[in-house]
């Protein structure tokens, strides 16, 4: 009897080892990939381009004697961009400088006064005005989602302007006590502030669109700002 439940137990234990043989392998299958987070932080370089429009009054490089005048500028602007920034959680903390070249013009006549009245000598001028040269260095506080980056900024500004000026009525340009220069050109001080996006295609690289409204400081009210809207491209360490 114990041979026959030996003899058994032998043949159930060789089938099951038959059938599991005959059984399909199960494959192992990995962990899912982990998505790869974008990060903000580090140094980073890059180009800009845009185009920029305003009022600009040309008088205050003469002298600053002059009441206000208001011209009407716009043009093209084209430079370069440094910066290093900082990502902690959702947070994005950096500072940002650049220096553009600019062709931002804009003509206009002037007749001069002072205190709202005449000269004692009148004289009009026709004004051509340029901004050739823009600068900023501004903080930028923004919030990350992923490969997006939404920022405020503000900040310093800087402002090369230039006017000439060529008399058609009244006493010529270059008078003595009148108007002794009518060709000027300065660095002006100024504020600048504005927001914009950034869209990360590559872990180094990324695009970005701003808008910067851009003020000169001067004496008295000033009607000198530029309001500025610029594309970039950003390569960053």
Not at 36 to 62: A, I, M, R, S
Not at 81 to 94: D, F, K, N, S
Not at 170 to 180: D, K, M, Q, R, S
């Amino acid at each position: 009897m114990r041979k026959l439940i030996g003899t058994a137990a032998f043949v159930a234990i060789c089938s099951a080892s038959a059938l599991a043989a005959d059984l399909p392998v199960q494959t192992y299958k990995s962990a899912p990939a982990v998505a790869q987070v974008y990060n903000w932080t580090g140094f980073y370089v890059g180009v800009n381009g845009g185009y920029g429009w305003g009022t600009q009054d040309p008088l205050v490089l003469f002298s600053n004697r002059f009441d206000r005048a208001s011209f009407n500028v716009n043009g093209g602007m084209f430079g370069g961009t440094i910066g290093a920034q900082i990502q902690q959680g959702y947070v994005v903390l950096g500072l940002e400088g650049d220096l553009d070249w600019a062709n931002i013009k804009g003509t206009g006549i002037s007749t001069p006064s002072i205190g709202g009245l005449g000269l004692i000598n009148p004289i009009t001028l026709n004004i051509a005005t340029n901004t050739s040269a823009v600068g900023t260095v501004r903080a930028r506080v923004g919030v990350a989602m992923n490969n997006w980056l939404f920022y405020a900024t503000g900040g310093g500004a800087f402002i090369k302007s230039s006017a000439n000026g060529t008399s058609i009525a009244g006493v010529a340009c270059g008078t003595l006590g009148i108007f002794p220069n009518c060709a000027a050109s300065a660095w002006r001080p100024g504020l600048a502030a504005g927001l914009g996006a950034e869209w990360g295609f590559a872990q180094n690289w990324s695009l970005k669109l701003e808008y910067l409204y851009i003020e000169a400081l001067g004496s008295g009210v000033s009607t000198n700002h530029i309001d500025t809207i610029r594309g970039g491209i950003n390569y960053r360490f």
